[in-house]
């Protein structure tokens, strides 16, 4: 079964940081695009930031744009979300998915086949 494996989560004051992992035993991250998505409570589960699989093309939605960062380490199958300058409105339940993304009209588009069960980052003081 291929599913994705996320860590790194926790608790965190507002204008903090963490890096959050992705990674999979069963299978190669790098023989996929990678993104990022959080469910907030009471919300529709929303997608954050994606990763080529050579690591060349990234996207990240407005509401994280210039505070998170994405990047892959291929030789370790591991795929990273560092949030800096973190908000309360980024408490969410944080998933990886392997997959592929693109851009239409300026509206990004995800399409992901093996999904993690999440990681918890609550922001709160």
């Known amino acids: 079964q291929f599913q994705c494996v996320e860590s790194g989560g926790g608790v965190v004051q507002p204008g903090g940081s963490l890096r959050l992992s992705c990674t999979a035993s069963?299978?190669?991250?790098?023989?996929?695009?990678i993104g990022w998505f959080r469910q907030a409570p009471g919300k529709e589960r929303e997608g954050v930031s994606a990763?080529?699989?050579?690591?060349?093309?990234?996207t990240y939605e407005d509401s994280v744009k210039g505070r998170f960062t994405i990047s892959r380490d291929n030789a370790k199958n591991t795929v990273y979300l560092q949030m800096n300058s973190l908000k309360p409105e980024d408490t969410a339940v944080y998933y990886c998915?392997?997959?592929?993304?693109?851009?239409?009209?300026?509206?990004?588009?995800?399409?992901?086949?093996?999904w993690g069960k999440g990681t918890l980052v609550t922001v709160s003081s």
């Open positions: 998915a392997a997959g592929d993304f693109g851009s239409y009209n300026g509206v990004n588009y995800y399409t992901m086949d093996y």
């Open positions: 069963s299978f190669r991250l790098d023989s996929y695009s």
């Open positions: 990763i080529s699989r050579d690591g060349k093309i990234t």
